[in-house]
Every structure is written in structure tokens, then in C-alpha cells.
């Protein structure tokens, strides 16, 4: 049985004056096969238009190739100064190139900048054989940590992105892609904004034109294939919020970096990233029975983190649901009750409300007499949750 607690005070946001409802126009239609747009901290997808759908990627194959390695930079079995060999293979790759040379070592370093700034298909050939002996055999190891990040619409054939039917994945999951990189790796992730890269004394510029329209874009990647069109995942932070948009099949070089900027422009606009409760924090403190302590303290396991239109936190509306009888023992973690937050368009996040200390269970006369005064209690009509000794 669950018994409704009170409107929860703990959203101080709201104001003597009522402000009024928040206005949010229709998202931007975009002259692209694939596109998203998502609040990073959050995951709250803004807009979409077939996210799911299985396209080509072109180069921003070349993000999870990044990925692999910063996996592995981090595992220590490959190090910036490790020298790599440059294969014929490497070598002959035909796109786009760092212009590696046949026969030469070159310092990891270099090779992975060569496969993000420059997103050279030599690089990252020469950045696969280096860690999985073979591209056949780092499109597995891609393919495993796509399967790892939820990525059920992706399938890896090489590390470059060159087209085969076997080679698809969405606009969805290279978002998710996008948002564990950045999370995981952000001093990896920090080469992304990089505008320019020299090797062989040949100096090459980003292909993310929005690295120098907008100072709050700080990455990722651009794509290009017939097969693809135009591509771009675009990542910028401004303020608290971070937000992540995937352009695929753009008609061209600077319409993928202005649709791109349409979809920023609108998140950034018209949306914030909200934090509203700390994990650990006592929201509610009920009375428990039969325990050798006679009140418990309850709150999230996480951060309650929401993304929400700007101007409408004066709507916002919390709830508390607890059990009506809790009972000793009591472990840190049970699930003893749950916390909605209800936002201004009527949308409902809920998230269970978990015990942050733990109860033993009281000696035989202390939880005999508990139970002989809760008989009387509810006898009398008294609320469990709210009595007192």
C-alpha cells in the first residue's frame, strides 16, 4: 500500500506571481536524411527526425575509431609514443589523408590526430593495424564496444567509414557514441576541437566549419561519402548545458554546418539543463517500526538532473509517495517510496525514493510494544507515516 505524501517544498522555484507558460515553437526541419538533437547531461532527445533510421556514417565512422583507442590509451597497452608502422595498405588509402609514407614510423600522437582533425582514412587504417594487427579485426573490436553502449542499430565493416552495405549505423546511437567519449575521455575528447593539424609539413584545417562560426562548439566530426551526403555530429557547451546534434545526408559542406547550427541554436534557446535534487540528500525523514531507531532518511541514489523549457520551473510540481507502514530491518538502497516530478507540458519523471541509512531491527520488547501502539493507532485512524512517540 502506498500512501500519497505532500506536494513536496523542495522546488524553491516557485515564485509570489505565477509566470506564464513557457512557449516552445516547432523544432526546425532540416533538409537532411537523419538528424537529432539531445541534451547531453540528460539524454532528452529535443529533436528528431529518423534518428533510428540505418544510414551510411562516412567518416564519423572515425569517432568510435578514437573511442577504441582512448579505450586502450587508458588501459595502457598503447601509449603516445608508440610508433606505428605504416603499412602499404595505409599508405594507398584513397579520401581523405594525413599523407603517411610507406615504410616510415610515426608516433601514435600524430596518427590520432591525423584520424580526428584531419580524418585522414591512412591514419586510421594505420591506427587499426596498430592495436588489432588487422582493420578486419578492429571493426570486431568496434563492433563489441557498439554493442557495450547500446548502439543496436550499428554495424562496423572498416575504421574509415568508405561505403559497404554492411557499414550503417544512426543518428541516435552516434549520439550516444558521442556523449560516452566526451564523458569518458574529455582530455581525448579535447583534440576534437583542434581547428588545425600540420604532418609532413602539410598543414590541414578541421572540416567542422562550426568550430569556427561558433566559440561554444567544441567538436566532433564531419563525414562525407556519395553514398552519405554530408555529415556532421556537432557537440557545444554554453553555460551548464551541453547539447549534441547528428546531421547525415546534408546536401552539402556548409548546408551540414548551418542545419547543424539551426538545431544548436533552438536547444540553446529555448531549453535548459535543470539540477534539482543532489543524490544523497534527504528529501523526506518517515517513522519506522520495530527498528532500533524510529526514523529513517529518504532520498535519490542520483543526481535528479532534468531538461526543461526555459522560463517554466515556476511549474514544475513535485510529489512524494511513501509506503504507509515501514518496518524494521532496513537496509541503505530499499526502495521505500517514489518522487514525480511533473513538468509544465504535463510530461511525468518519476524515480524511486531509496532509504540513505540503513535500520536493524529492535529487541523483542521494544518491537512488541511498537506493534501494540500501531494497532492502536490505525485503530484511531492515525497516519502511520506521521505518528510520533
Not at 54 to 66: C, D, E, G, N
Not at 145 to 156: D, P, R, V
Not at 263 to 269: N, P
Amino acid at each position: 500500500m502506498i500512501m500519497r505524501g505532500l506536494i513536496v517544498l523542495l522546488l524553491v522555484f516557485v515564485g509570489v506571481a505565477r509566470a506564464a507558460p513557457a512557449i516552445i515553437p516547432a523544432p526546425p526541419q532540416l533538409a537532411a536524411s537523419g538528424y537529432l538533437l539531445i541534451d547531453a547531461k540528460t539524454g532528452k532527445v529535443l529533436v528528431e527526425h529518423n534518428a533510428d533510421q540505418r544510414l551510411p556514417p562516412a567518416s564519423l565512422t572515425k569517432i568510435m575509431t578514437s573511442f577504441v583507442a582512448a579505450k586502450e590509451l587508458s588501459r595502457s597497452t598503447i601509449s603516445f609514443d608508440d610508433e606505428v608502422d605504416i603499412s602499404v595498405k595505409a599508405w594507398r588509402m584513397e579520401g581523405s589523408r594525413m599523407f603517411l609514407r610507406e615504410g616510415t614510423q610515426v608516433r601514435l600522437e600524430d596518427i590520432l590526430r591525423g584520424v580526428i582533425i584531419q580524418s585522414g582514412n591512412d591514419a586510421s587504417v594505420a591506427l587499426a593495424e596498430h592495436i588489432a594487427g588487422g582493420e578486419d579485426a578492429f571493426a570486431d573490436v568496434m563492433n563489441q564496444y557498439a554493442s557495450q553502449l547500446g548502439m543496436t542499430g550499428t554495424h562496423f565493416v572498416n575504421a574509415t567509414g568508405l561505403p559497404d552495405e554492411n557499414h550503417f549505423t544512426t543518428a541516435k546511437d552516434l549520439s550516444r557514441l558521442t556523449v560516452a567519449l566526451i564523458n569518458e575521455f574529455p582530455e581525448h575528447y579535447r583534440i576534437y576541437k583542434e581547428k588545425t593539424f600540420t604532418y609532413n609539413e602539410i598543414r590541414q584545417g578541421n572540416r567542422n566549419l562550426l568550430l569556427m562560426r561558433d566559440s561554444s562548439v567544441d567538436g566532433v566530426k564531419t563525414g562525407h561519402t556519395e553514398a552519405a551526403g554530408y555529415c556532421l555530429v556537432a557537440s557545444a557547451m554554453r553555460g551548464d548545458m551541453r547539447l549534441i546534434s547528428v546531421v547525415m545526408g546534408a546536401s552539402s559542406e556548409g548546408a551540414r554546418a548551418t542545419e547543424s547550427q539551426k538545431l544548436l541554436t533552438y536547444g540553446f534557446r529555448y531549453y535548459e539543463t535543470a539540477p534539482l535534487y543532489n543524490a544523497g540528500d534527504t528529501l523526506k525523514q518517515v517513522r519506522v517500526w520495530g527498528g532500533q531507531h524510529k526514523s529513517i532518511r529518504l532520498g535519490l541514489s542520483e543526481d535528479m538532473v532534468l531538461t526543461i523549457a526555459k522560463g517554466s520551473r515556476d511549474e514544475l510540481k513535485a510529489l512524494i509517495d511513501v509506503k504507509s507502514e515501514i518496518h524494521a530491518p532496513l537496509t541503505e538502497g530499499d526502495q521505500l517510496g517514489k518522487l514525480t516530478v511533473t513538468l509544465s507540458e504535463g510530461e511525468r519523471i518519476v524515480v524511486p525514493l531509496e532509504a540513505l541509512n540503513g535500520v536493524q531491527e529492535s529487541g523483542f520488547f521494544a518491537g512488541l510494544w511498537d506493534a501494540v501502539v500501531l494497532f492502536f493507532h490505525k485503530l484511531a485512524g492515525g497516519d502511520p507515516l506521521a505518528w510520533s512517540p
